[in-house]
């Protein structure tokens, strides 16, 4: 059904995606950390483009790769006398146990569970129907994410003003 | 052998527990929202999967919470880091360990 081409476009990307994040949590510099953060973010925007999400791919790169990152190393470039070494508090022991609970208990949900999957479509572009179901649809959450933004970019301002 | 749902679904458990991982271990403020930021990918991935593999192929409702997630993950970044900012301006640390405002 499959061909060999989303197999191991599925694999490579999966193995980029863990591994970058798992070297979010290995690397001693803060700022090595944000950079295999946006390599983590670069390989989910691949594995949206193996699931058909071509416009969620591409507003995972512009919004995360590109504006959260920036923000992110904005904030570690502003805060220059603060420690930059990425290390853990005394939760590292109970915070590794409960991650790794949670993780194996949502694995062994989702393997165990029968998800009476659809028949898939061939792959197909989204951006058109999503516009429409924005506009039509859901246009009072659309329009509440606006107000949510501008709220959020009033508080920001009026976080960091210098008064 | 293909590529199934439960493939996708257990690439964003993991995503999952190393994003709760470093937001409950990590020591640095910036640190804790780069977990947050890790933990809301593995839940859009989940969704766009689940939109893939379970509803019919014409509904993009799957789709479209994804991007009413990011829209609300861009604006709380916006302002984690703007409170960062604050507090490493009144007390020339970000390490949440040293801020203790509210011990007793």
């Known amino acids: 059904m499959e061909d060999v081409g989303s197999i191991v476009a599925f694999w490579v990307l999966s193995v980029v995606t863990v591994g970058a994040a798992l070297m979010v949590v290995a690397v001693r510099n803060l700022i090595h950390a944000v950079l295999f953060l946006i390599l983590s973010f670069i390989g989910v ?4 483009i193996t699931l058909s999400a071509d416009f969620v791919a591409i507003t995972q790169i512009l919004i995360y790769a590109g504006a959260i990152s920036v923000l992110i190393l904005f904030a570690v470039m502003l805060t220059p006398r603060a420690a930059r070494d990425n290390a853990e508090t005394f939760l590292q022991l109970p915070g590794l146990v409960l991650a790794a609970l949670v993780g194996v208990t949502v694995g062994a949900i989702a393997l165990v569970t029968d998800w009476n999957e659809a028949t898939r479509g061939p792959f197909s572009e989204t951006a058109a129907a999503i516009g ?5 649809k859901y246009v009072l959450p659309f329009e509440i994410a606006s107000v949510i933004l501008l709220a959020a970019m009033v508080g920001a301002i009026v976080l960091v003003r210098e008064d | 052998m293909s590529v199934e749902l439960s493939h996708y679904l257990m690439v964003g458990a993991i995503l999952f527990s190393i994003g709760l991982y470093v937001a409950l271990a990590k020591r640095n403020a910036v640190g804790i929202l780069m977990g947050i930021e890790l933990m809301f990918n593995a839940v859009n991935l989940t969704l766009i999967a689940f939109s893939r593999f379970v509803s019919p192929p014409t509904d993009v409702s799957g789709h479209v919470f994804v991007v009413f997630v990011i829209t609300v993950a861009a604006a709380e970044a916006a302002l984690a880091l703007a409170l960062a900012m604050v ?14 405002l509210m011990r007793w």
Request: proline share 0%; hydrophobic share 40%.
């Open chain 1, 132 to 136: 429409e179901a924005l506009l039509d």
């Open chain 1, 45 to 48: 925007a691949g594995l949206y």
């Open chain 2, 87 to 100: 507090i490493y301006r009144n007390r020339e640390t970000i390490d949440i360990d040293k801020i203790n």
